[in-house]
């Protein structure tokens, strides 16, 4: 089954639900970033939130970045959606792995720790970004973008993600849905959606069971219930290339540049996000020095 997400409306109108299988775009990050079954966890919980995040957003070309840290040892997280299902993130420390906690579950919250925040910055194409943040709830990821929603955005949501990573340090299942309260919603219609949840198998296990995105909203809101509205294929995607960081590197001080070149007879940037390398020899950085002395960066 192909990485997508789907987004739907209950048929009363008082819910709106995006759904999304992410293994593949998972995978990716497990590769690029090389993590260990914990920081696999942690960043992929992250991905999965922040893409559905990004497609929750009704602003067209509004990017979301989600920062999450609580002090624990996988350290900071950071994802990055656009709104056309594209995502890519890191993780500062990828080679964590716990023990099961006693549900026989990766312990993701021990893993990202619970002492800090989740940041969410919006920005849309010209505009100021906003950004707010909220003390981390559980660090399960799940239960903190829930909270964030509730306290900076006055969203009433529901957020799960989950992720399955095998023995061998491979992604066997990933994704999540997000629901989010309309303000028709009446008291019971919510208390049953919560039941609903409360009862259901775990994401991953309904993944690796072969059940769709839709076959998810189904379970939470019943079959025939939903108006399935779009859906959109997500990938781990990076947008960064050597152009990119050369307009970077144009951007650091004369003399920090000038060092690379005597001592270091070039320099290699590595990204962040994929890992992907790039070198720049002794005569484009000439070149980068002499943009960066006509732009006047002492
Ligand atoms: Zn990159």
Redesign the pocket.
Known sequence: MDDYLVKATTTDGMFRAYAVNAKQLVTTAQQDHDTWSASSAALGRTLVGTVMLAESVEKNGEAVTVKINGQGPVGQIVADSDSNGHV?GYIQNPHVHLPLNAHHKIDVGKAVGVNGLIEVSRAAEGEDPYTGSVPLASGEIGDDFTYYLAQSEQIPSAVGVSVFVNDDNTIGAAGGYLVQVLPDATDDAINQVIERIKQMPMISELLLDNQSPEDILELIFGKGQLHFLETVPVEFF???SKNRFGRDLEGLPVPQLETMLKEDKGIDVT??????KYHFNEEELGKIIKVAKAEGHH
């Not at 990204?271 to 992907?276: A, R, V």
């Open positions: 890519k990076c947008n960064c990204c962040n996000f994929c890992e992907s």
